[in-house]
């Protein structure tokens, strides 16, 4: 297969026919050849992943909607009375502007020429700077190896021409491969016609820039970011080092120290030789 062009590429994915199969989970460990944690009761619906870690690339949410008791649902859905699930592939995003690599002291997190981010194993020097910074929980610890781990978006199977394995093995293709701009259409179409079928809450979530700049990995929601535990465009905002205002502020506020203190330090000489002085008698 011919190698991809170097540009763009990334994943849409349409949580409108996400069936919950969790194909792309065992499709990403298999060729990652990731272990997966060892299996709990979470508690949490069949949801047996828990979250994105360094063994789990992929995390299939179970998002129940159902009634309470009084048969009232919080979040109504025009089918089976109200009851409803929401499932969503959860993975990196690939941030346009990516606060894990703004912290990176070994400049391990590099981006490649098809705009994904990527770990350098071998320079990664396990400082877990990352892990802390990324706003989606993604990047995860391996305790083994030292590093820190997450989706490389099938960075080697790029280079050989093949699409991402959970791409691949999708059974409704609900996680779409392809270049940036291609999916950015095939998004709005998509959106568009959910829209004229009356699902009003459906919306593109890091189709644009509001969201840390764009992401390379965004999706169709069928209700608000927060419901899948994604930060809103309010709070997705990226803190940056190149910060000049905070700059200047930190500078000038060290600078007034610095004057106060050598004023102090001047008026204390001042008083200690004045108590020393004595007059002497005629």
Not at 33 to 42: I, M, N, S, V
Not at 203 to 210: A, F, P
Request: charge should be negative; aromatic fraction near 8%.
């Amino acid at each position: 297969m011919a190698a991809f062009q170097e540009k763009p590429m990334g994943f849409f994915t349409d949580t409108s026919i996400c069936i919950g199969c969790k194909a792309c989970e065992v499709a990403c460990k298999e060729w990652n050849q990731l272990q997966g944690d060892p299996a709990k009761f979470t508690a949490d619906s069949y949801d047996n992943t828990g979250q994105l870690d360094a063994q789990n690339w992929r995390h299939v949410q179970f998002i129940e909607q159902v009634p309470d008791n009084n048969g009232v649902v919080f979040n109504p859905t025009p089918i089976a009375g109200g009851q409803a699930w929401l499932m969503m592939s959860d993975v990196c995003k690939h941030c346009k502007n990516a606060s894990c690599m703004e912290v990176c002291p070994t400049n391990a997190l590099m981006r490649t020429e098809y705009d994904t981010v990527y770990i350098q194993n071998d320079v990664c020097n396990g400082c877990r700077n990352c892990i802390s910074a990324c706003p989606y929980g993604v990047i995860g610890f391996n305790e083994e190896k030292g590093i820190a781990q997450k989706c490389t978006l099938c960075y080697d199977r790029l280079q050989g021409g093949l699409q991402p394995a959970c791409a691949k093995a999708c059974p409704t293709e609900s996680i779409k491969f392809g270049y940036i701009d291609d999916l950015h259409k095939v998004a709005d179409d998509r959106l568009a016609n959910l829209q004229k079928q009356g699902y009003a809450k459906a919306q593109l979530y890091g189709r644009d820039e509001k969201v840390y700049g764009g992401l390379n990995a965004f999706f169709l929601l069928m209700d608000k970011p927060e419901v899948y535990k994604l930060p809103n465009e309010a709070n997705a905002t990226l803190p940056s080092r190149n910060n000049l205002p905070g700059y200047v502020g930190g500078v000038a506020t060290a600078v007034v120290g610095l004057i106060a203190g050598l004023l102090a330090f001047r008026s204390g000489r001042m008083n200690g030789n004045s108590n020393n002085t004595t007059t002497t008698p005629h």
